[in-house]
């Protein structure tokens, strides 16, 4: 079974700050998720990659296979960022990892 | 864009009652759902894969008999915690896949959730 493993578990910034989120996992992938998800619970997918990057507004996120790695990063910080973003290894079977809970204050 | 329709977005109950989730897609044909469960500040699990016209696919360690999963047309499936207990207590939520044509584009759509609370 995969094990999908996310640093920083806690993120704080200011307003306007660079965020970068990690996500590892063991076993090779051929597609990885990013999700987000608001204090309410409701969830939202980010990105659906497979390799290389992808970008979407002041999101990116980039993937690794061989280092079987990935990463998001969000530019140019705002509040309403704040929620837990969390990579789930979309092979088969959704397998999530414990997610990153990011504050962004003013 | 896609949506997934998920109702009720929260319910209380009392111990021994049964409740019915439901989650619908609301602009496409979703053949495969699938519906997960997550405890205060824990990670989101998979719980069950829903198969359009056949039994769902349980995870191991759910009980398919505590939580029985419809899926009776391509647009609707629901989750039902028969003989709820406060240990069932949790947020459940449902995602489908995308669909464009006949090709499943991998995309994952989800439900708002739903807040179950057994007393």
């Known amino acids: 079974k995969n094990e999908v493993e996310q640093s920083p578990q806690n993120l704080t910034a200011q307003e306007g700050e660079f965020i970068t989120i990690n996500c590892s996992y063991s076993v090779g992938i051929s597609a990885l998720h990013w999700l987000q998800q608001h204090p309410g619970g409701g969830i939202v997918s980010l990105f659906m990659l497979s390799s290389g990057k992808k970008k979407h507004g002041r999101l990116i996120a980039t993937i690794n296979i061989q280092e079987k790695h990935s990463s998001l990063h969000i530019t140019a910080s705002h509040p309403r960022d704040s929620a837990v973003y969390i990579c789930a290894d979309a092979t088969d079977k959704l397998i999530f990892g414990t997610g990153t809970r990011l504050q962004v204050f003013p | 864009g896609a949506v997934v329709s998920q109702h009720p977005s929260w319910v209380i109950c009392k111990s021994g009652t049964s409740v019915k989730i439901e989650c619908r897609s609301l602009?496409?044909?979703?053949?495969?759902m699938f519906w997960y469960r997550q405890f205060p500040k824990q990670s989101l699990m998979l719980m069950a894969t829903?198969?359009?016209?056949?039994?769902?696919?349980?995870e191991q360690g759910v009980e398919k008999d505590k939580f029985l999963i419809n899926h009776a047309s391509l647009t609707l499936s629901t989750l039902t915690v028969t003989s709820a207990h406060p240990e069932d207590s949790s947020f459940y939520i449902c995602?489908?896949?995308?669909?464009?044509?006949?090709?499943?584009?991998?995309?994952?759509?989800f439900g708002e959730g739903s807040r179950l609370t057994v007393l």
């Open positions: 829903s198969n359009e016209g056949s039994k769902a696919t349980y």
């Open positions: 602009d496409f044909q979703a053949t495969t």
């Open positions: 995602s489908a896949r995308g669909f464009s044509g006949q090709a499943n584009t991998g995309e994952l759509f």
